[in-house]
């Protein structure tokens, strides 16, 4: 009998050190909870199609493109460069293209596929605001044709 009350007070003396234990973790003040916030990969793409260079670099965290550069050089015609922001959407990248060409800044929407190691670049009917900004009329009728397929290249620094 004596070692049946013994295992009891036992039992009971570890279900109620568990119970503080269980509190004390509850009880945590959330701003002491660690959180590792993960960095933004840096990812580039470059196609060469005849005498034309397109170029991308991509700084996306989780489905957010943080930030972006893109370039169009087309041979015998005005380069077009500026800035990418958008989101990840599956495998498609949506993203307001900011650029400078022929000394007129502007924004048109671009959409790019992912297909394994590389991004395909989408067309569809577009629309302008009049206030400088194309944006696709319906992102649902995008065609990724390959026609411009930018492959991943290691970054230069």
């Known amino acids: 009998m ?11 003396s570890i279900l109620v050190s568990c119970k503080k234990e269980k509190e004390k973790e509850d009880a945590m003040d959330p701003s002491e ?7 933004a990969a840096k990812e580039c793409y470059n196609a060469i199609i005849k005498k034309d260079t397109i170029s991308m670099v991509l700084n996306i965290k989780g489905d957010q493109l943080t930030s972006g550069k893109l370039s169009y050089n087309f041979y015998e015609k005005d380069k077009s460069e500026g800035e990418l922001v958008g989101e990840l959407k599956g495998d498609t990248l949506f993203a307001e293209y900011t650029f400078m060409s022929e000394g007129v800044s502007s924004v048109r929407q671009v959409a790019f596929l992912k297909k394994g190691d590389a991004y ?3 067309f569809g009917d577009v629309v302008d605001d009049n206030k400088g900004k194309v ?3 319906d992102r649902k009728q995008l065609k990724f044709e390959g026609n411009i397929v930018l ?6 620094l």
């Open 2 to 12: 004596k070692k049946v009350i013994l295992l009891g007070i036992v039992f009971m």
């Open 33 to 39: 909870k660690i959180v590792v916030e993960q960095p």
């Open 151 to 156: 492959s991943k290249v290691d970054c230069k």
């Open 120 to 122: 395909v670049e989408g």
């Open 135 to 137: 944006t696709f009329k």
